[in-house]
């Protein structure tokens, strides 16, 4: 749903997508990237950014493995992923020790991944046969994409 380039300021939206994890419907949101820059347009992006950043129920910062990384002003409330690890290391991958490690390429560490979103966002689900509560737009949604 993305557009995606190797030029950073590609992303200037916020791109939201539903996903099923687990069996739970999460919508994540793809933002524009936080850095220094002088473009005004770019600036609006990162503000969107800030703003989705803010309602979020989960945060995660994707750092490129394969170049120098751009960590966020304050790291609290961030779970980092390592991206592009099917590629030599840019940099110290040590620096975050614990940091998910995966692959958009590859797909590896994908599934640790949804593990890890499903856990932070449904840390006690129902057990077999417990009622879930959902709206009826999930439940069609989840029948469609099953």
Request: proline share 9%; hydrophobic share 40%.
């Amino acid at each position: 749903r993305s557009i995606v380039s190797p030029t950073p300021g590609t992303t200037r939206d916020a791109v939201t997508a539903l996903l099923g994890i687990d069996g739970w419907p999460v919508e994540i949101t793809d933002t524009a990237g936080i850095r220094k820059s002088s473009s005004d347009l770019e600036r609006q992006g990162m503000a969107r950014a800030t703003e989705a950043f803010a309602n979020a129920h989960l945060r995660l910062w994707l750092l490129d493995g394969s170049t120098a990384p751009i960590f966020p002003e304050d790291d609290a409330g961030w779970h980092f992923l390592i991206n592009k690890v099917d590629l030599p290391a840019g940099w110290d991958w040590q620096r975050v020790p614990h940091a998910q490690r995966i692959s958009a390429h590859t797909q590896a560490g994908l599934a640790e991944l949804c593990e890890m979103i499903s856990r932070e966002l449904v840390p006690n689900p129902p057990g077999p046969g417990e009622a879930v509560p959902c709206t009826p737009e999930q439940v069609t949604w989840l029948r469609r994409s099953r």
